[in-house]
């Protein structure tokens, strides 16, 4: 009867809860669930995926200014971290938008091109465009070329003047107002790293002569010391670029000296300033075609006068011949006309036994209207004599020196020292004639050797007595101590001795002989003088 | 201003050599810039610096300068034909070694002797950096040692908390146009 009973309750409850009982095991099912998917971040972003975008979107049409100062602090580090972590892929997202932004600006800067050549076209009568025929005539490029360089005309804004070997700065001028700052040093650094490294790095031999950046070129020409960048915007034309060359050399020529010794003293190229100035100004901002200093309007005028000249030109027959005389007229001047073994052999009859450099050893190199001298010279100052001599001798216009000045190892330079005997008239403290230049060459030594101490020693022939002699040979020794001092050297690097007679090289019975004892010699060692010596 | 006061200002190319991480980009940018930064930026190729130091002594009677043009090279380890050009025209160069890492006093490995073949008779100076990070004090032991064996100055300095960095590079301006 219990029994009966209990199983009714349980009918009577599954009855009355198998409904709510279903539904909270289904509810304890999708709580499972769902703190499973809580716990799983990838399932998260599943979720919210659908609905985010929705609602970045309306939050962001609702208050843009809101949201990008909640996501401004975030924004700068998440991107950093994003490009450290995966460079690659964020070049790959950007590549397809950046491709259209560079698209899209090159159209725009094409539609302006194109624009200011139509205007250039359509002002096909005036007469800057029958200007234009007529130098497309002459200089054989055609008409839509010489537009194209006037629609992109050359405007230089800054010209540097760098030390080749160390990247110093020597010279800067800017079309800036306040272009002076301490970043020019290190430009002039940065291009001098950036040649070496294109040199080396593709081990061409030659020099990098151009970089562009963005709408900027610099232009590098280089020379055997130093090297001009000019940083420009427009294309650059032959007149330019000969004339950046023209710069160059004249900065050579001027400098040769202090380029070569250049010792961190920048103040001595001050004056390249006024070359390199006149660059920027002859192609500066001053001069580009529409600016003010072009615009006085006095063309109508000219342009009546030529109008009438041209008729009176025309009918008169003059233009047929005019034409012709263009046509048949050279575009350039005729190479420069230069026999070098002729050269050579002048030269060596100018010079034959006032220097010592080897003469025949100078090559002679026709570039254009421009003749460059090549090989050694044994001293500056005679490196000076020879570029003047064959300026003298060959028709060339422009000169360039590029004999190099022997450097030898020390011992070398000792030796030649040793061989630089100065020779003097009888009986007297006065150099014989032609004995200059080598006192010359030997201060020239000592400095490029920082030589600390020299010896001089003077001689004379048999002839007189020895008292006399070794006073004579003393005031020969100061003679050339003062010559010295007076050309840079320090009193207290010169050591002076007389020896008299007492050490003949030559014969003292026949004049040459005696000539060969009349001497001071050079040593850069005190055991090679006598004990008759002092430096005061 | 008369030509008599007027400054004579020179400008000397500074090389600076080291192994990775011992402090180089950190010295000069204390020395330039007036700062030191705990993150380590590996510095790629060449960085420049320019520091003009006035007023260091007088030469007949005219104040004397000089701009510092620093190239602070980085892989010097790795001699290219590239790096060897970097060398050129330096007048001097600062050796940097880190105290706390005895390796990185190996001259080889920062080919001291090429970069002195290409510049001879540059200056040199040696530098200790990283005192700060000696407890006990520095061991200037193998510095004194290199420096000796070359002829050259030596300092002990600390990029991070500026100690003897200004000293070391005024000692350097003043030898380098003495």
């Not at chain 1, 023209?246 to 001050?270: I, K, P």
Request: charge should be negative.
């Amino acid at each position: 009867m219990a029994e009966t009973k209990s199983e009714n309750l349980h009918r009577l409850r599954r009855l009355m809860l198998a409904a709510d009982e279903a539904r909270v095991a289904e509810l304890e099912r999708a709580l499972v669930r769902l703190s499973d998917r809580i716990s799983d971040t990838d399932d998260w972003l599943e979720m919210l995926d659908p609905v985010i975008a929705d609602a970045l979107a309306n939050k962001i049409s609702e208050s843009k200014e809101e949201m990008a100062e909640a996501l401004a602090p975030v924004m700068g580090p998440a991107l950093k971290h994003q490009i450290e972590e995966a460079k690659d892929d964020i070049a790959d997202a950007l590549y397809p938008v950046i491709g259209r932004t560079i698209r899209r600006s090159i159209a725009e800067s094409m539609k302006q091109l194109v624009k200011t050549v139509n205007d250039k076209v359509d002002k096909a009568l005036s007469f800057q465009s029958l200007f234009r025929k007529m130098k497309s005539k002459v200089a054989g490029v055609s008409a839509g070329e010489l537009a194209l360089a006037e629609s992109l005309p050359l405007t230089v804004h800054e010209v540097f003047l760098i030390h080749k070997q160390s990247g110093i700065l020597l010279n800067h001028v800017s079309s800036q107002a306040n272009g002076e700052s301490s970043d020019q040093e290190i430009i002039g650094g940065m291009l001098t790293a950036i040649r070496d490294f294109a040199k080396t790095a593709f081990q061409s031999g030659q020099e990098l002569s151009n970089i562009r950046y963005e709408d900027l070129q610099i232009y590098l020409e280089d020379g055997r010391h130093a090297y001009l960048a000019v940083v420009c915007t427009g294309v650059a034309n032959d007149e330019f670029l000969a004339r950046l060359k023209l710069t160059e050399r004249r900065v050579h020529s001027q400098f040769y000296r202090s380029l070569r010794n250049f010792d961190g003293d920048v103040a001595a190229f001050q004056a390249s300033r006024i070359g390199m100035a006149k660059l920027l100004h002859d192609f500066g901002t001053d001069n580009e075609p529409g600016s003010g200093a072009r615009r006085v309007p006095i063309w109508p005028a000219v342009v009546l006068l030529l109008l009438a000249a041209g008729a009176a030109f025309y009918y008169t027959g003059l233009a047929d011949k005019t034409i012709a005389w263009f046509r048949a007229r050279p575009a350039q001047p005729a190479p420069l006309a230069v026999d070098a073994a002729v050269l050579a052999a002048e030269l060596t009859e100018r010079l034959q036994g006032k220097v010592t450099s080897d003469l025949a050893g100078i090559r002679f190199v026709v570039d254009g209207q421009t003749l460059a001298l090549e090989g050694q010279a044994s001293s500056a100052e005679e490196r000076i004599v020879i570029g003047h001599t064959v300026a003298n001798l060959s028709p060339a216009r422009i000169i360039l020196n590029n004999l190099n000045v022997a450097a030898f190892p020390l011992h070398q330079a000792e030796a030649r020292l040793r061989s630089l005997r100065v020779q003097f008239a009888a009986d007297s403290g006065d150099l014989a004639p032609g004995e200059m230049h080598k006192l010359r060459e030997v201060v020239t030594i000592m400095k490029t050797y920082d030589i600390p101490t020299i010896y001089l020693t003077g001689h004379t022939d048999g002839s007189g007595n020895e008292a006399l002699n070794l006073q004579l040979s003393r005031n020969r020794a100061e003679k050339v101590r003062q010559h010295f001092i007076e050309n840079g050297i320090a009193a207290d690097q010169i050591v002076i001795a007389g020896l008299g007679a007492s050490e003949p090289l030559g014969n003292n019975a026949t004049p040459e002989g005696q000539q060969l004892n009349r001497r001071v010699e050079f040593s850069l060692n005190t055991k090679d003088t006598g004990d008759n010596r002092d430096n005061e | 201003m008369s030509a008599a006061s007027e400054a004579i200002i020179y400008s000397k190319k500074i090389c600076m050599l080291g192994t990775f991480g011992v402090g180089k980009t950190s010295l000069v940018r204390r020395f330039v810039h007036r700062l030191f930064d705990d993150t380590y930026l590996s510095t790629i190729g060449v960085q420049i610096y320019k520091k003009e130091i006035a007023d260091l002594n007088s030469a007949k009677g005219r104040p004397l300068g000089v701009n510092l043009v620093i190239w602070d090279l980085a892989n010097i380890e790795s001699l290219t034909p590239a790096t060897r050009t970097h060398f050129n025209g330096a007048s001097a160069a600062i050796v940097v070694f880190d105290l706390t890492r005895p390796e990185t006093f190996d001259l080889k490995q920062i080919h001291l002797r090429t970069f002195l073949e290409v510049n001879p008779g540059a200056q040199v100076i040696f530098v200790g950096n990283k005192t700060d990070l000696m407890a006990e004090g520095p061991d200037e032991k193998a510095l004194v040692a290199i420096a000796g064996e070359y002829d050259a100055h030596h300092f002990l300095t600390s990029a991070k908390d500026g100690s003897n960095v200004d000293e070391m590079f005024q000692a350097l301006a003043a030898n380098v146009i003495s």
